[in-house]
């Protein structure tokens, strides 16, 4: 009797601990995987962008009466006085916005209070400027203007942005360093997250940048890696983006795709090949493969 109770409290244990080690399994393949917002759409854009993203913003808030929000708090601050804060909302106006908000602090308790998040929650779109990422960051992670931005994606609104504005849109922040932009892993990791287990690099052939993102993925092998040259986004509509503009975007998810051939390779580990992607081409994120027709 002693024996048999002896198994069954074993099994039981043993049984226990399975269940525990699927569900974290789980659990980690599930917070591993590459997603976009639910709802909304994210334009994301590596750098010198042209009025053709402009016009896509409009287009994609709802035309030029739409409420959006501006937020140039990348740049630095000796740049940042109120003229410059003036023509920066002229700018937009310039482009046929009629309705624009400019939003900028350097203080977390600022953008943690309900009058700085308010025009968040009327907008129908926020672009996020150039600059250093890493100032985003320091300034809207995880405060209550976080949390708007991540409820205008939620009821269907655009978050968009370019260089800086790009990078801070992925979950790892890439370039984050506040001595300099050349080191990859720097003191600020974390980005934004509206892309999840994603690095955003940006000015990607321009600078020659097409292989700095392997410094990340050689530590950081869960993440996709998404390069962006200048005047060249993407736009992400759930799990699913379809590149826009000029030049190319470089993926590197551990696969090289053949256009000639129409076929998907799979890399051995430690390779140093990405595949470039133009535009009207698009890609499943979640599956990390592009879409063939």
């Given at each position: 009797m002693r024996l048999k109770k002896l198994t069954l409290l074993v099994l039981t244990v043993l049984i226990a601990n399975l269940s525990k080690k699927n569900i974290t399994a789980q659990n980690n393949s599930q917070d591993?995987?590459?997603?976009?917002?639910?709802?909304?759409?994210?334009?994301?854009?590596?750098?010198?962008?042209?009025?053709?993203?402009?016009?896509?913003?409009?287009?994609?808030?709802?035309?030029?009466?739409?409420?959006?929000?501006?937020?140039?708090?990348?740049?630095?601050?000796?740049?940042?006085?109120?003229?410059?804060?003036?023509?920066?909302?002229?700018?937009?106006?310039?482009?046929?916005?009629?309705?624009?908000?400019?939003?900028?602090?350097?203080?977390p308790k600022v953008s943690n209070s309900e009058a700085f998040i308010a025009p968040i929650k009327t907008a129908k779109g926020v672009w996020f400027s150039g600059g250093r990422q890493w100032r985003h960051a320091?300034?809207?992670?995880?405060?209550?203007?976080?949390?708007?931005?991540?409820?205008?994606?939620?009821?269907?609104?655009?978050?968009?942005?370019?260089?800086?504005?790009?990078?801070?849109?992925?979950?790892?922040?890439?370039?984050?360093?506040?001595?300099?932009?050349?080191?990859?892993?720097?003191?600020?990791?974390?980005?934004?997250?509206?892309?999840?287990?994603?690095?955003?690099?940006?000015?990607?052939?321009?600078?020659?940048?097409?292989?700095?993102?392997?410094?990340?993925?050689?530590k950081k092998p869960h993440l996709l890696g998404i390069g962006l040259d200048e005047d060249t986004g993407i736009i992400v509509n759930k799990n699913t983006f379809t590149v826009i503009g000029k030049s190319y975007v470089a993926i590197y998810d551990g696969t090289r795709w053949s256009a000639d051939k129409n076929k998907i390779f799979k890399l051995p580990k430690g390779s140093r090949e990405f595949y470039m992607l133009k535009a009207g081409d698009r890609y499943n994120l979640k599956d990390r493969q592009i879409i063939r027709e």
């Open positions: 591993q995987e590459t997603i976009g917002p639910k709802n909304g759409t994210l334009l994301i854009v590596g750098g010198a962008a042209s009025d053709l993203f402009y016009k896509k913003f409009m287009e994609l808030v709802g035309g030029p009466e739409a409420p959006i929000v501006v937020i140039p708090t990348a740049i630095t601050s000796n740049t940042l006085t109120q003229e410059f804060l003036d023509r920066y909302k002229q700018s937009f106006i310039n482009r046929g916005f009629k309705n624009v908000t400019v939003l900028h602090t350097r203080d320091d300034s809207y992670l995880n405060t209550k203007a976080h949390e708007a931005f991540n409820a205008l994606l939620d009821r269907g609104g655009v978050i968009s942005g370019s260089s800086a504005g790009a990078t801070i849109q992925g979950s790892y922040l890439a370039r984050g360093d506040t001595k300099t932009n050349t080191i990859m892993m720097g003191d600020h990791e974390e980005g934004l997250s509206f892309l999840k287990n994603v690095a955003i690099d940006q000015h990607l052939l321009a600078r020659n940048r097409q292989f700095d993102l392997f410094e990340i993925l050689d």
